[in-house]
């Protein structure tokens, strides 16, 4: 074992490594006995193919290559296809516009929709009357917002467009009854999003049109996440309403609660199709549900009552998918990547169908997230600790490791304990890592969820900070080499914390947001009420926007910051990153500009991720003063 620096250690996790074995896993579909899945590959820049695995365990890609199964509603999309009876309905990303593709003859595929202003997401199939539903967004005019309802379209005249559900700002998740005979839909309204007040209503279908509308369930201080009919004739839902998003069932007009628990059993509806549980037969529910930042997988029989936990190697569990004893969903822990798996559960026998990255590492380059609670203004906090890790060194004689605290996005979201090797790539070279889950993040009950209400810029930021204060005083990170680094909204309170505070030294923005004010005035539908609630009205109150923007009080910066920003992002604008860097070289703070100029809010293409991934670690390092042990591709850094 060698002696070296902190931040100096050769790892052979390399940023090559990472964006060369990775790709997203998400969105399982079953059809009959075949899986399906949505693969993003960085390598292809990031373009999303449908796989396919049959009985016999063969994998195909089925999207052709001109094709990226993607869609844009809300912006970040989600539930972009459906298969059903080896027919593929899917979203195109470059045109937005609906495809089929019949399995049997998959070089056909035929164009449904041809109108590029419109987006659709959470398709399904009305077999009975031969036509889609979907979650339709038009963006017919710039002038306004663009406009969401749930619609039918006539498989065998695409022309034949009928609005089922309109009137609310925004739709989601119509669900068929399987003798099609219902309906069953989310709706909310600004200003609320849907984790903070929806709507379930179901409808009857009369000849393909929707009469008799009941609400379910829902409000504007209910949450309601997944409704899923079961073969009684049950609508299945998980609700916050008693502060937990628990799981309950209507059935001939009656709502009853399922299992309670303090847990939460579902998510923050980011995207569409997302999905915590499946109906197993009749009776039974398989379940993932998440208790202090980690996930667990359960079997519920719904006669009994009887609560029964599955012994799976994983603490991050999610889009889950059942027929008959074949449960299929996407799974990770501490040691493994996001993988898919199937697991049988006559024999309780796991099979991996695809790994998200294949890269092979020791695990004594690993390190171990471990869950720390740590003391803050409202209380209580939460975060994940992630010691330096290497096999190969130790640190010189008395040296603490710089600390890179990582501030998650959404707000509205929350960090997990799954293998990152993002972050392994910090760790493996000397970095510490705390992964904070601040007061607004969900996985903790709706009260700890709604602390950040009016307080965004406040709670997470001096969570954040109090996170590497108490890894300061147990001796655990270096007090002169603490950095903060967030994406979107993390990127909002990274520049928050280093604009308002004095405790980090350093800090990295990704897409992140620098002026309120223009986010609520220059963002899409979907968030354009988000601040409301976790700030005030605007512009009302035009005053608070402008004493929480970190731009107009770049005479309390004194640490430098880097900048990385996809040009054609839509969720927040790259004025919000330029504005911010001009007024640090004017101050003659060191800062440096990172585009990437055919990325959208997040980044897709490998090289991208790459450069990004590396010029963080190339600034601090300049920053901090260490030598990194292997070749970083400079990135430009002023002042």
Known sequence: MQLAPFGSWTSPITADAIVADSIGLSSIVLDGTDIYWLESRPQEAGRSVIVRRTTDGTTTDITPPEYNVRNRVHEYGGAPYTVVDERVYFSNNSDNCLYVQDLRTPERVLQLTHDKTKRYADLTIDPLHQRLICVQEEHDSADFESLNTIVSINLTNPDDVYVLAGGCDFYAAPRLSPDGTKLA????????????????????????????????????????????????????????????????????????????????????????????????????????????????????????????????????????????????CCAASATQTNEIISIDLLTESRQVLQRSNKLSIDPGYLSIPQSIEFPTTEGTAYAFYYPPTNRDYQPLLGEKPPLLVKSHGGPTAATSNQLSL?????????????????????????????????N??????????????????????DVDRLAISGGSAGGYTTLAALTFGNTFKAGASYYGVSDLAALAKDTHKFESRYLDRLV???????????????????DRLS????????????????????????????????????TFPTEQHGFRQAANIKRALTGEFYFYAQIFGFQPAEDIEPIEIIG
């Open 456 to 477: 965004w810029g406040i709670v997470d930021v001096d969570d954040c900070t109090n996170a590497a204060l108490y890894l300061v005083e147990q001796g655990l990170a």
């Open 185 to 328: 839909w989310l709706s909310w309204n600004h200003p609320n999003l849907p984790w903070d007040g929806t709507n379930l209503q179901i409808a009857t279908v009369n000849d393909g049109f929707l009469s008799a509308l009941t609400l379910i369930a829902g409000g504007a201080n209910e949450a309601i996440f997944q409704p899923q009919w079961s073969s009684d004739d049950s609508l299945y839902f998980v609700s916050d309403r008693t502060g937990w998003g628990n799981l309950y069932r209507w059935n001939n007009g009656t709502v009853a609660a399922v299992y309670e628990l303090a847990a939460e059993f579902g998510l923050p509806q980011w995207v569409f199709g997302m999905s915590t549980y499946a109906l197993v037969g009749k009776h039974r529910i398989v379940c993932t549900y998440s208790q202090g930042g980690v996930s667990d997988l359960a079997l519920i029989n719904t006669l009994s009552g009887h609560f029964t936990p599955l012994n799976v190697p994983y603490t991050d569990i999610s889009s889950i998918r059942a027929a008959g004893n074949l449960v299929v």
């Open 536 to 554: 005030a009205p605007y512009p009302a109150s035009a005053n608070i926007y402008h004493d929480r923007s970190p731009l107009y009080f770049t």
């Open 422 to 454: 993002k972050t392994q790539y910090w760790t493996s070279r000397g970095f510490a890592v705390v992964d904070v889950n601040y007061g607004g993040s969900t996985g903790y009950g709706r009260a700890y969820q709604h602390r950040l209400d009016g």
């Open 559 to 594: 640490c430098p910051i880097a900048f990385f920003q996809g040009l054609e992002d839509k969720v927040v604008p790259p004025n919000q990153a330029e504005m911010m860097v001009a007024a640090l070289k004017a101050k003659g703070i060191r800062v440096a500009y990172v």
